[in-house]
């Protein structure tokens, strides 16, 4: 990997969140067309930010949220007998 190529990386999750100017992203995806290296690399971490932000955990719902909650406390109730 060259020096070069370092240099686009640490940029890449700038490029990937669509943060960098237009002529530094259009000198990445011309470097990478070229380059299989930050080709990977570019994959990987698109892979990386889809994974992310499709993969957030959903809340509970509220009613099971309260039943959990009442369990809990009738197990605390017991245990501390108020
Ligand atoms: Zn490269």
Request: with cysteine.
């Amino acid at each position: 990997m060259s020096e070069k190529c370092l240099e686009y990386i640490s940029d890449l999750n700038a490029y990937l969140d669509g943060d960098l100017p237009d002529e530094l992203c259009v000198e990445i995806e011309k470097h990478v067309g070229e380059c299989n290296n930050c080709k990977l690399m570019v994959d990987t971490l698109k892979m990386t930010v889809k994974l992310c932000r499709e993969g957030k955990p959903e809340d509970l719902p509220s009613s099971l949220n309260d039943k959990l909650n009442n369990m809990l406390k009738k197990k605390w109730d017991k245990k501390f007998g108020q």
